[in-house]
């Protein structure tokens, strides 16, 4: 049976009238890479910074390995690093100084064999002594992530690791998130409100919106056997309609155009029937429903 | 982890130009004073002896160091807590304001020891103020003039305290002082505890100081009954000190007082922290 390092259930949190979280649900297992998805304003980093008691929540509970947040704070968050929103330091102090300011009272080892190895892991060597203000957003960010790692928790929190990085930025980041968890062993939790990213980084996930968790599993297991959307071009999209009679979900776009859902090994006998019936199909494209329902998320 | 806090906040503090400024305008108003001293002292001591010279002869060095030492805690004391409150209102606010809070408040140290430790390093930083300025004006002020006996001008009228019976009440008022000093430090903390910003900290607490000085010093009637129990009445406590016989009961009740608002301020303090949302 797997590990559950956390556990949040019916997570709300109100300011006034305005409910920036209304039911969220999630179970982390121990080494997952899990994403927290979800359009801009969704409640994501709500989520997070209630998880991490940086504010209060309203009603529902949240366990980190096993605690409680609200009367075991310290415990839960001693196996736990973060980087929430984005990665503030001290501007006045060197990189080496932040480090072993916030690695004093996560009670690490800040001697500076220690901070280096940590600065070199996220490739900031040579740059110990440079004061943070000289900082790109991407240094920033490594750096942030190397202040995760100082007191070798189980579980990293990263709220949107890669927002504000050049495209090598978010390779170099995602990089960093997939050794955290091959070589480090580490459970990690990200948010993101980009799909591709999740995808390609999270085994398990959660889709977020106005302050309800919509839909939570195994990344793959929610893209794969999600039905597809698909899009073709044909001669006569009336007549396409007469011969997909038996296809459930077939619309009519326009004169040239339908949609279909249907299952990715239905495709070639939906092409064989409207080729047998004389139309011809110029144009196939498909979409995920999963990566259609976040669209119209994020669109909304 | 507190102690380990503690050495935190003091390296922030210490690594923060703002910190020097309170040390460097100390160094040029009492250098200023000092110089002035020297050059038109007589002058100026002739102008405050002037009403006495019919009936008093004075002898001996009278503009000594022990007299410029009490004239520059007199005239800077007043300065001092926009300085002590430049430092200390930013230390909960300024990390709101840089985003640092975010990632103090997610370490495994409860909030009550954070705001506690930044307290301790705000209250050495103070300490450290007032030693600095105790240091100009009593050691540099006697190795300019000299040592003697301190003639003071009070409501009471001139008391004249001997050069032996001088060192014990520098020192207790110097402590009677920090103390007036550790209660403006607390008020900005406090204010610190319910701003994002590092400027609007430190422009309450001087706009409090002054409120609650006017207040103190308007003489009307409806006032009387609260008079007594602001902490700005009690900031010239260290005074006191330089009277004869000493007012033992008025600096008790000074002290009380301004233990009973360090108390209320981080009361308070402490329960907002906790509390507060980090939205920053």
């Known amino acids: ?300 | 982890m507190f102690l380990k806090n503690t050495y935190n906040e003091f390296i922030k503090i210490a690594a923060k130009p703002r910190s020097y400024i309170s040390i460097a305008a100390i160094t040029v108003l009492v250098g200023i004073i000092l110089f002035a001293m020297k050059i038109d002292g007589p002058a100026y001591i002739s102008f405050i002896t002037a009403s006495f010279e019919q009936t008093l002869n004075f002898e001996g060095n009278i503009m000594n160091g022990n007299l410029m030492a009490f004239i520059i805690l007199q005239m800077l004391i007043v300065q001092i807590p926009l300085l002590v409150a430049l430092v200390t209102g930013d230390l909960i606010s300024g990390e709101a304001a840089m985003g640092t809070i975010r990632m103090l408040l997610t370490k495994p140290i409860s909030r009550t020891k954070i705001l506690l430790s930044k307290y301790a390093a705000g209250l050495i930083y103070t300490f450290f103020i007032l030693l600095w300025m105790g240091f100009l004006a009593v050691i540099v002020g006697r190795w300019l003039f000299g040592d003697g006996d301190l003639m003071v001008l009070n409501s009471d009228g001139l008391v004249i305290i001997q050069a032996n019976d001088i060192a014990w009440r520098f020192l207790g008022g110097f402590m009677t002082a920090f103390l007036a000093l550790a209660t403006v430090a607390t008020l900005s903390i406090m204010l610190s505890c319910f701003s994002d910003n590092s400027i609007g900290p430190i422009v309450s607490t001087m706009s409090v100081i002054i409120l609650f000085t006017i207040i103190g010093t308007l003489d009307v009637p409806v006032f009387d009954n609260i008079r007594p129990y602001l902490f700005t009445t009690h900031m010239a406590a260290w005074r006191s000190f330089f009277d004869n016989p000493l007012p033992i009961q008025a600096i008790k009740e000074s002290v009380v007082i301004l233990f009973a608002h360090i108390g209320i301020f981080l009361s308070i303090s402490i329960y907002h922290f906790n509390k507060k949302d980090i939205l920053s």
């Open chain 1, 1 to 300: 049976m797997e590990e559950s390092i956390i556990s949040i259930s019916h997570l709300a949190k109100n300011y006034g009238s305005f409910q920036a979280v209304r039911d969220v649900n999630i179970t982390v297992n121990k080494g997952d890479v899990y994403g927290i998805l979800g359009p801009n304003g969704a409640g994501k980093s709500t989520t997070i910074r209630c998880m991490l008691s940086l504010i209060n929540a309203s009603s529902g509970s949240i366990r980190l390995f096993g605690h409680d947040i609200k009367t075991h704070r310290k415990e839960a968050l001693s196996k736990i690093g973060c980087i929430v929103e984005k990665p503030d330091f001290y501007k006045y102090l060197s990189a080496e100084s932040n480090l072993a300011i916030f690695g004093r009272i996560a009670g690490a080892d800040v001697s500076k064999k220690n901070l280096h190895k940590m600065l070199s892991f996220v490739g900031l060597q040579g740059r110990e002594k440079d004061k943070v203000s000289g900082f790109s957003h991407g240094m920033k960010q490594r750096l942030g992530i190397a202040q995760t790692l100082l007191h070798n928790p189980d579980l990293i929190i990263l709220d949107e690791p890669t927002t504000g990085l050049d495209p090598q930025g978010i390779i170099d980041i995602r990089n960093l998130i997939l050794d955290l968890k091959n070589e480090f062993h580490k459970t990690v939790v990200l948010s993101s409100h980009i799909l591709s990213e999740i995808e390609l980084i999270a085994n398990r996930m959660v889709i977020i919106n106005k302050g309800i968790s919509v839909v939570e599993g195994r990344v793959n297991e929610l893209l794969q056997q999600e039905e597809l959307i698909v899009a073709m071009e044909v001669s006569d999209a009336e007549k396409s309609l007469q011969l997909l009679v038996n296809y459930p979900a077939v619309q009519k776009i326009d004169q040239f155009n339908i949609s279909i859902t249907i299952d990715k090994n239905e495709i070639p006998n939906c092409i064989d029937s409207l080729s047998k019936g004389g139309i011809l199909v110029y144009n196939v494209s498909s979409k995920r429903k999963l990566e259609d329902y976040f669209l119209k998320l994020t669109n909304a």
